[in-house]
């Protein structure tokens, strides 16, 4: 059974630093492409980045580039989002996702069959 569990959320201030976790279960990071999408309340979803892990590359939606970073590590089982200098605009709630490909792994919508329930980020002074 595939799960995908968020942890790391929380409240920070304005210029702060977060990192986000993503435990997988029922499949191992050898070969997957994992993505973080997001939803600000009362907003559409967005994406953030996703890596695949077969081959480590990362990418990045503009919003998350030059402050967010997509690192796994296969003994643990887990992806992490590390985000750096964290504004009030990404305040949100983060999800990560197993996604078939890498074609759509920046989309919030397609591409994903399995995803987590989610972890709460609060930028604020």
């Known amino acids: 059974q595939v799960q995908l569990v968020e942890s790391g959320g929380g409240l920070v201030q304005p210029g702060g630093s977060l990192r986000l976790s993503c435990a997988v279960s029922g499949f191992t990071l050898d070969s997957a492409v994992i993505g973080w999408f997001r939803q600000p309340p009362g907003k559409q979803r967005e994406g953030v980045s996703c890596?695949?892990?077969?081959?480590?590359?990362?990418y990045y939606e503009d919003s998350a580039k030059g402050r967010f970073v997509t690192s796994r590590d296969n003994a643990d089982n887990t992806v992490y989002l590390q985000m750096n200098n964290l504004k009030p605009e990404d305040t949100a709630r983060y999800y990560c996702?197993?996604?078939?490909?890498?074609?759509?792994?920046?989309?919030?919508?397609?591409?994903?069959?399995?995803w987590g329930s989610g972890t709460l980020v609060t930028v604020s002074s």
């Open positions: 890596i695949s892990t077969s081959t480590n590359t990362t």
């Open positions: 996702a197993w996604y078939r490909s890498t074609d759509y792994c920046l989309s919030p919508y397609y591409g994903m069959d399995y």
